[in-house]
């Protein structure tokens, strides 16, 4: 798992796995953020957890940073790659050596409000239902195909803060789902199209 904040998303998934929901085991998790949430919280439930200095770009790894972060992952042998508030663009070399292993989770209904701020896309724009999306990651912005969406109402008295709470609390429920059904290998995937195959 690959976070660069408070890792709410890593605990809900990591409680899904403990709760036996989730068949999964997280291998590892990295982040570009040393004192970022997300790698305290794995710490204290005994999980491997590293920083990856992000080198000397803003919004994206640079090469060394890159090859990094692929070699731990490959020493890890994970199957999935789980971003869970990973604010670096990843592409070339790590989405080529993980393609289709990629997931990532969206603050909006892609495609509405890909980017920054997704919350405050939703609520500038007037829109009376906001949520968010699991999808697959590609080398576009919020373009992957869509594994799963979640909706969420947008209140009148809504701030942004309100309305990413809401949010937030919606991606704890829809994320360690897509990431046990993709786990299970109920997940199977044609071109932009996701299909569930959930077990009888
Ligand atoms: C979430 O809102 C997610 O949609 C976005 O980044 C945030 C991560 O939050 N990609 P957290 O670190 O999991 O709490």
């Not at 998790?29 to 794995?42: M, N, P, R, Y």
């Not at 509405?112 to 239902?129: N, S, T």
């Not at 869509?146 to 109402?153: A, H, L, R």
């Not at 209140?155 to 919606?170: K, M």
Request: charged residues 20%; glycine residues 10%; proline residues 6%.
């Amino acid at each position: 798992m690959l976070g660069s904040g408070q890792g709410s998303n890593f605990v809900a998934i990591a409680e899904g796995i403990s709760f036996g929901q989730v068949p999964a085991e997280v291998a590892l998790v990295l982040s570009d953020v040393e004192t970022a949430g997300i790698l305290a919280q794995a710490r204290s439930r005994g999980l491997p957890a590293s920083y990856l200095p992000p080198g000397k770009f803003r919004t994206k790894l640079d090469e060394e940073a890159e090859q990094s972060l692929v070699a731990q992952l490959q020493a890890a042998r994970v199957d999935l790659v789980v971003l869970a508030g990973f604010m670096r663009v990843l592409k070339g070399d790590f989405l080529r050596a993980f393609e289709g292993r990629i997931v990532n989770i969206h603050p909006s209904l892609l495609p509405c409000f890909p980017g920054l701020q997704a919350w405050k896309q939703a609520l500038d724009y007037g829109v009376k239902v906001t949520g968010c999306t699991v999808h697959f990651v590609d080398a576009g912005i919020d373009s992957g195909a869509i594994i799963g969406q979640q909706t969420v109402p947008v209140l009148d008295g809504d701030t942004p803060e309100t309305l990413h709470q809401r949010i937030h609390q919606a991606e704890h429920e829809l994320y360690p789902r897509c990431v046990a059904a993709l786990a299970r290998g109920e997940i199977t995937v044609q071109g932009r199209l996701v299909k569930w195959h959930p077990a009888a």
